[in-house]
C-alpha cells in the first residue's frame, strides 16, 4: 500500500507562483508512473500533469502547458508539480496518483490506484 501527503498550497495572487510535493510512505513508489490532477468546486476532477517513473517523460494538460512543470526525485519518494504564471482559473483542490501500471496515457482518474488528500490552491484576482 502506498500513501501520498500532498504539501505546498496555499492563496497566491494572480500571476505568482507555488511549488507542490507529493510525498509517498513506499519505496515501490520511485516504479510507478505518478500524475497530478484538480478538482473545482461543482466541476469534475481533472487531468494536469503525469510524469513516467523514471522521469523521462512527462505530459501536461493544454491549460497548463508552458505554465506547470512536473518532475520528480526518486531518492526522495516527491514528485513536484511547479506551478507559475497562476490564474484565478487554477483554483482547485490538487491531488496526486500513482499507478502500477505503465501503460496508458496517465490522463485518466480510473488509471491510477493510489491517491492523496489533496491540497488546496486559491488564486485571487
Known amino acids: 500500500q502506498v500513501q501520498l501527503v500532498e504539501s505546498g498550497g496555499g492563496l497566491v495572487q494572480a500571476g505568482g507562483s507555488l511549488r507542490l510535493s507529493c510525498t509517498a510512505s513506499a519505496r515501490t513508489f520511485s516504479r510507478y508512473p505518478v500524475g497530478w490532477f484538480r478538482q473545482a468546486p461543482g466541476k469534475e476532477r481533472e487531468f494536469v500533469a503525469a510524469?513516467?517513473?523514471?522521469?523521462?517523460?512527462?505530459d501536461s494538460a493544454e491549460s497548463v502547458e508552458g505554465r506547470f512543470t512536473i518532475s520528480r526525485d526518486n531518492a526522495k519518494n516527491t514528485v513536484y508539480l511547479q506551478m507559475n504564471s497562476l490564474k484565478p482559473e487554477d483554483t482547485a483542490v490538487y491531488y496526486c496518483?500513482?499507478?502500477?501500471?505503465?501503460?496508458?496515457?496517465?490522463?485518466?482518474?480510473?488509471?491510477?490506484?493510489?491517491w492523496g488528500q489533496g491540497t488546496q490552491v486559491t488564486v485571487s484576482s
Open positions: 510524469i513516467s517513473w523514471s522521469g523521462g517523460s512527462t
Open positions: 496518483a500513482a499507478r502500477r501500471s505503465p501503460y496508458g496515457s496517465g490522463r485518466y482518474v480510473g488509471e491510477y490506484d493510489y
